[in-house]
């Protein structure tokens, strides 16, 4: 049996066992409302007479504006839905379908799982839905592969840094001997040069190995990096840039290295502000900086009770669809003279402080997403 379907099929039990008039006013409420899994009941006109707390979180809607409303009210392309939903009325058949998309009619869209499962007992019949919505499934495995990538690429630069270093230090060593035998000092020009060049590959080496040291954290409110970030772009572009802010000023503080955290945020924004800069005139660009809470939010295989969002939005070109997937690998770029680190920089940091950055990318729009964990506000309050 799916596992989808174990609730309706428990559910059907129950009524054929159950006196009808405890249903579904007392009995069947007081169980569905207490489920996590989102439930919907519909009468034989699939219409709506039921939705326990967890459907309207998920459909965000109130199970009282929506009472006795048809389900079309709900979802707004229902025709494949709706002729299924009536097959199962007219014959008493169970079904589940796989990751079904649902346009919700207040303008979301859900993947999801559901289930139906017909109930009947004496002259009353509910039709009784089951929705586990897939959505964060996949967020969550994409997140997973994503850390595990970055895990990869840590193993993988760390090694090439190793052998990188140890022969430069050696070609470093063996120009700075040399430079003391020449017997002209016109030909240590060339001594000089070996000497500079290892020295710029040595520091490109340890950009891309990102911080030494582990963050400082210290209690910070996030609107300080945000504002410190936006007056560092504003002399920059000497405030030709639009730069807007879309705060929530009741997030409680986050535990973060103030320094890493600046420079993690600044080379998003900077990033932002260059590849506009690369098309159209800074006056035309708008950069906006978002900041929400979400709770009961997971991050790789931890769940946390309450997370700051950070969202930083632009309106430049996009970035290619050949990289984005790859952004935040180290000398990716999509700048001809980009070197390809910032963005890997900033995925090292926001990974010290347990946190995750996400990218999407259209033309006209791009939005990098930061969630860093505040469990430590709510320990500190209680």
């Keep these: 049996m799916p596992a989808a379907s174990r609730i309706g099929s428990l559910l059907a039990e129950v009524v054929y066992t159950m006196d009808m008039n405890m249903l579904p ?20 006109q699939l219409c709506v007479s039921y939705l326990n707390p967890a459907a309207e979180m998920l459909l965000a809607v109130s199970g009282q504006r929506v009472l006795q409303q048809p389900i079309g009210e709900l979802f707004n392309d229902t025709a494949e839905t709706l002729q299924s939903l009536r097959n ?22 859900l993947m999801v799982d559901y289930s139906v499962t017909p109930i009947t007992a004496s002259e009353r019949s509910w039709i009784l839905m089951e929705l586990h919505p897939r959505d964060r499934l996949l967020r969550i495995t994409k997140e997973e592969a994503q850390l595990s990538k970055q895990e990869v690429t840590k193993v993988l630069v760390r090694g090439l840094a190793h052998e990188i270093k140890n022969p430069l230090g050696g070609i470093r060593g063996a120009a700075q001997l040399l430079a003391r035998e020449l017997p002209e000092d016109s030909l240590r020009d060339y001594t000089d040069v070996i000497i500079e060049e290892a020295d710029r590959l040595r520091n490109l080496v340890d950009r891309m190995l990102g911080p030494y040291r582990p963050p400082n954290l210290q209690p910070l409110n996030i609107h300080e990096i945000t504002e410190r970030v936006c007056s560092l772009i504003q002399a920059e572009t000497q405030g030709r840039l639009e730069l807007q802010r879309d705060y929530d000023p009741s997030i409680p503080d986050i535990m973060a290295d103030q320094e890493q955290l600046i420079q993690a945020v600044l080379n998003i924004v900077r990033n932002a502000m260059q590849a506009i800069e690369a098309h159209k005139q800074l006056e035309e660009g708008q950069i906006t900086l978002q900041t929400r809470t979400l709770r009961q939010f997971t991050i790789g295989q931890k769940r946390h009770r309450l997370v700051c969002r950070l969202q930083i ?52 729009r791009t939005l990098f997403t930061l969630f860093l964990p505040l469990e430590h506000s709510l320990e500190n309050d209680s």
């Design 88 to 109: 199962a009325v007219s014959n008493a058949h169970p079904f589940t379908k796989r990751e079904a998309q649902l346009n919700l009619n207040n303008g979301h869209c």
């Design 313 to 364: 939005i632009d309106n430049g070109p996009g970035i290619p669809n050949d990289i984005v997937e790859s952004i935040f690998y180290p000398m990716v770029s999509g700048r001809p003279e980009g070197t390809g680190l910032g963005l890997s920089i900033t995925q090292n940091i926001i990974s010290q402080h347990q946190g995750l950055i996400e990218c999407e990318s259209l033309p006209g």
């Design 25 to 44: 006013d007392r009995f069947l409420r007081q169980i569905l409302d207490n489920l996590t899994t989102a439930v919907m009941l519909l009468d034989t």
